[in-house]
């Protein structure tokens, strides 16, 4: 008989076996953005911390990458940097580095550029391949100011990385708006949207159809009702007992629980589906309110005035507001938890979720069409954009990107509108904000501060003369502590200052110990969280830091702040 | 003359460490008073034999690591070989090296890479080296994907604890990951909290039951586990499941295929079957690589003393590490537990809450699910009886019987009981209280 014949198998590509354990987590979308991306590195002082990032893009596939470096290499690189070998003292460290690289993937191109940056920069479109930027400092104020032009202009991202000693930091400068429709919220601590307290006719239908005498039922039937019919069932009920309305505070919700729980039928080991019932009351039985976060989205300029070259995210964002005004709730997801059920029965209350979830979608659709022929858009939104929007719009995450920090010589730092949350949170235990503090004072050292009276490389601190050095770095550092206090207008008591002031000194003295010295663990750890928040804004899935991260490798401590 | 075989060793030039000498040879604001700077530290550095367990994903990152931090006699022990899937994160290893053992080449990759660091590798498993061999080193570092391994290691590590001999305390350093998330964890055995404390932080997954597989199916797992578990039984019992044979994967993708489409099961694949069957964790270069970088960190710190570090005795111990949502790290101490089977002085009777009309069976399944035991084949005796032995044979038949009775015959309330599994070097001991109610 034919439907006897086994369907054929298509076992998994050579691509699809090497892959398999990250494709289990951004799947063949996020690997193709991946592989259709190039990052450059502008690379500088030890150079071990970039070189970690790039390792950990180029075993997982990305399509191109390119160090820009003109650093030679020296016995110190041999230390510290593990992509370099003996033979390659006295050549080019971007141009090893590269080779020894391209050998752990061969899907991957990988180019270098031995020009200085200054030369390099300075061509026309230098900049233009690249879909991604990474800068480590050392680097001049001038370039990384030439850098941030471009990352606003292009709306590229860029990273700007710092790993001196036990510390490190990333910043980043993403485009203004960098909005991720999948999020891949934990299943674990996120509460699935099942509609409860809103459920349309067919669910109804479906949960009176399965609770029909429920008090007769046999042992068998009344054991594999699945709770969400159970569910459904109590609420009826108990709303003819509360003047139409379903229980609606903690305590009700309790009281709502201990009458599910009585109902379930004194059997040894209990009923499972009962027991889900009951473990899902407090859970299930809200109203399925969008976050303020999905709120506050309907609320952008973005969102609010949809033109004919709006990115695709904004005219379903649109379309879905549009949906939300109507219907006061979002459209339905469309999964169903598992449950103590018949294979039938669940698989009939799936198909009823999953058909309404279309019905929404379809709704959204017809709306996204509207607005491309009022907006008369070129090309059309493909109809998967807008169920994946669909799907996953409870958790939908908007980050504002905006330039980091570019430390200028004799120049006051400026923390604008975050000045005032920044200043306050200063005095919590456990802040790292001093640290950052510390790395901006770093930068200005690097910014004054040449190897040789002809200009040459940037000095860091603490290269040769570590007590001056310190002094320097923590008299910079103080200054912006201060400037932060009286920017934010939020003066810390006089023991909390010193407190922090104190830190401050401290962070500082172990930043001047390394005398711009990596240390391997320091920058393989800092270039595992720069790869993986640079896959992050590749693939759009999962949530970015926003917008710089901090760590303390003396505590083993890391912070993200908002600068 | 050990001097003029030991290689580079002590004499090497130092312009290779110049960045970490500045470490090494200058003290810091969070550095002891009584700590000396340069010489001694540079001598622990090349003296200091490591032991790496586990040359996988963190176990790569780990003797790179280590070898960068100027360690120049390292262990590593692994009785892995290469596979295709390995090559996305294992960056030791290359396309010819598959099938290959993973600790051996590992070992002679970073000793050519990095000049002057010796490997030793060792291809077996940890369970074939005794007391004796896990004395020689100065610390451990585990990059393991199993439970069971670490389990078996913590105990060996806290057994071997003389409180005469200051040498026989090893301190274990311990990296995880899963997909975006890990910890790094250090224990300074019978001192802080070992990882029998901390095992219920990491809980077993419930395992879906047995009547839902063979009756009730809704998902399509439970279709790629009935193909497992009860159809390869049925049809194929002669042959021995491997999971890394295309053709057995292929057979179960097609069963459970069927399967599914009888129920209207959407959403059975191969990939699903594999890593259903395989129980497949999903992991990245990145992840390894921050965790194994906070593991080697701990490691330096805590030999070279250039800064403090974690697990010191009343300080945090574990750094628990997620990157899914922005990047979120918790730095704590956890605290150990005075009834730990395996670290605890007293060697109290931890308690256990039990149903007393389950049955001893029921009772033993359970075990294996319980964050708390996690133990899979257990042996149990009461204070007064032997309740039942998984082996020798005949002792084995001889305590079947009770496993059909109810706890309630066999054991008072209140009652220890002693469990041994083959897996783990100790006795673990239990106080059954009944349920009530
Ligand atoms: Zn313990």
């Known amino acids: 008989m034919a439907t006897d014949i086994p369907p054929p198998v298509q076992g998994p590509t050579a691509k699809e076996r090497k892959y398999d354990r990250q494709l289990r987590l951004w799947g063949a979308t996020g690997q193709m953005a991946l592989e259709n991306s190039h990052i450059l590195l502008i690379n500088s002082g030890p150079g071990v911390v970039g070189v970690e990032t790039l390792k950990n893009l180029v075993l997982p596939g990305v399509g191109h990458f390119t160090i820009q470096d003109s650093a030679i290499v020296s016995e110190a690189d041999l230390g510290v940097n593990f992509f370099l070998e003996e033979e390659h003292l006295g050549g080019y460290r971007a141009e090893h580095t590269c080779n020894l690289l391209k050998e752990l993937n061969p899907d991957v191109e990988g180019h270098f550029v031995t020009e200085p940056i200054e030369a390099f920069i300075d061509e026309p ?44 930091h990333f910043s980043i400068h993403l485009p203004p708006a960098f909005p991720i429709v999948d999020t891949h919220p934990d299943p674990e601590t996120t509460t699935r949207d099942i509609r409860l307290l809103k459920p349309w006719p067919e669910l109804l239908q479906f949960a009176r159809a399965k609770t029909e005498g429920l008090d007769t039922m046999d042992a068998d039937d009344h054991g594999h009702i699945p709770y969400i019919a159970l569910l459904l069932y109590f609420l009826e009920k108990w709303k003819e007992e509360h003047e139409g309305q379903p229980p609606l505070n903690y305590k009700e919700k309790t009281a709502f629980r201990e009458m599910v729980a009585k109902a379930a039928r004194s059997l040894e080991g209990g009923e499972e589906n009962f027991d889900e019932a009951v473990a899902a009351v407090l859970k299930s039985l809200n109203d399925p309110e969008p976050s303020s976060a999905v709120k506050g989205l309907f609320k952008e ?18 379309a879905v507001a549009l949906f939300y005004q109507k219907h006061g709730v979002l459209p339905l997801p469309g999964s169903v938890p598992d449950m103590k059920a018949r294979s039938k029965d669940y698989i009939e209350l799936q198909n009823i979720y999953k058909a309404k979830a279309r019905k929404d979608m379809a709704e959204v659709l017809e709306s996204v069409r509207f607005l491309e022929r009022t907006t008369m858009r070129e090309t059309p939104i493909e109809e998967r954009d807008v169920e994946t929007f669909c799907k996953n719009a409870a958790h939908i995450k908007l980050v504002r990107g905006r330039p980091f920090h570019v430390v200028q010589a004799g120049e006051k730092v400026q923390w604008g509108d975050r000045a005032k949350s920044l200043a306050q949170s200063l005095a ?34 603490g290269e040769d003369h570590v007590e001056v050095d310190t002094e320097k770095v923590a008299g910079i550092a103080f200054k912006i502590l201060t400037d932060l206090i009286a920017e934010g207008n939020t003066p810390l008591e006089e023991e909390d200052f010193s407190t922090v002031e104190t830190k401050l000194g401290e962070y500082v003295k172990e930043l001047v110990r390394a005398g711009g010295a990596e240390l ?44 | 003359m050990a001097e003029a075989t030991s290689g580079a060793g002590v004499s090497e030039s130092r312009a290779r460490w110049k960045y970490l000498d500045n470490i090494l040879h200058r003290p810091g604001p969070f550095t002891d008073e009584e700590w000396t700077p340069g010489e001694p530290q540079i001598e622990t550095l090349s003296r200091a034999k490591i032991l790496v367990i586990g040359a996988g994903g963190l176990g790569c990152e780990i003797l790179k690591n280590l070898a960068l931090s100027g360690f120049k006699d390292i262990h590593v022990i692994d009785m892995d070989t290469i596979d295709v899937s390995n090559l996305n994160r294992q960056f030791l290893f290359r396309h010819a090296d598959v099938g ?36 020689q080193f100065a610390l451990i570092v585990c990059g393991l994907d199993s439970i069971e391994a670490r389990r078996w290691i913590n105990a060996t590590v806290v057994g071997m604890v003389d409180m005469q001999n200051p040498d026989s305390m090893k301190p274990l350093v311990d990296g995880g990951t899963e997909g975006l998330k890990g910890q790094a964890r250090v224990i300074f055995p019978t001192m802080t909290s070992c990882i029998e404390c901390q095992l219920d932080m990491h809980a077993p997954r419930a395992a879906v039951p047995l009547c839902t597989l063979a009756t009730i199916p809704r998902q399509p797992q439970h279709c790629i586990e009935w193909a497992h578990i009860i159809a390869w039984e049925e049809e194929r019992k002669d042959i021995t499941l491997d ?13 459970a295929l069927k399967r599914a489409q009888e129920f209207n099961i959407p959403g059975v694949t191969y990939s699903m079957t594999q890593g259903v069957v395989k129980n497949i964790i999903p ?91 996690q133990l899979k084949k257990p042996s149990i005796r009461s204070e007064e009886k032997s309740l039942y032995y998984q082996f020798p044979p005949d002792l084995e038949q001889q305590t079947r019987p009770n496993l059909m009775k109810k706890l309630s015959e066999l054991l008072s309330d209140g009652e220890e009981v002693a469990i041994t599994d083959p897996a783990f070097p100790l006795q673990f001991k239990y106080k059954l209280v009944f349920k009530k109610g």
């Not at chain 1, 001038?142 to 032009?149: G, R």
């Not at chain 1, 919590?428 to 930068?443: H, K, R, T, V």
Request: proline residues 7%; charged residues 20%; aromatic residues 12%.
């Open chain 1, 125 to 168: 479109d230098a900049l233009q391949p690249y879909t991604l930027i990474l800068v480590t400092a050392p680097i001049r104020p001038e370039i990384l100011t030439i850098l941030s032009e471009h990352a606003s202009n292009a709306l590229v991202p860029l990273f700007y990385i710092h790993s001196v000693g036990f510390y490190s």
């Open chain 1, 520 to 563: 391997h663990n320091i920058s393989a750890f800092t270039g595992g969280l720069v790869s993986q928040e640079v896959i992050k804004i590749i693939t759009e899935q999962y949530i970015p830091v926003d917008n710089t991260c901090i760590f303390d490798g003396v505590r083993s401590k890391t912070a993200v702040i908002q600068v």
């Open chain 2, 283 to 373: 992991a990245i270069a990145s992840t390894n690589a921050i965790i194994a970088a906070s593991c080697c960190n701990e490691v330096f710190k805590i030999l070279t003393n250039t800064n403090p570090f974690l697990g010191y005795p009343g300080t945090d111990n574990y750094m628990m590490y997620t990157g899914d949502e922005s990047i979120y790290t918790y730095t704590f101490e956890h605290m150990r537990k005075p009834d730990c089977p395996v670290c605890s002085e007293e060697n109290l009777a931890r308690p256990l809450q039990v149903d007393a009309n389950s049955t001893l069976q029921e009772f033993l399944d359970g075990l294996a699910e319980r964050p708390e035991s």
């Open chain 2, 100 to 135: 290959k053992y993973k600790a051996e080449v590992a070992a002679r990759f970073v000793e050519k890479r990095v000049k002057g660091v010796k490997i030793t590798p060792y291809c077996g498993k940890i369970q074939d080296k005794d007391e004796e061999y896990y004395m």
């Open chain 1, 428 to 461: 919590f235990p456990d802040s790292l904000l001093p640290l950052y503090i510390a790395f901006l004072a770093f930068d200005e050292f690097v910014a004054t501060h040449n190897k040789n009276a002809l200009g040459g490389a940037p000095k860091m601190p």
């Open chain 2, 243 to 255: 999971s890394d044979d295309p053709e057995h994967i292929t057979w179960l993708y097609q069963k």
């Open chain 1, 301 to 318: 300029p973005e969102c609010l005035l949809v033109k004919q070259d709006s990115p695709a995210f904004w005219v379903i964002a649109h």
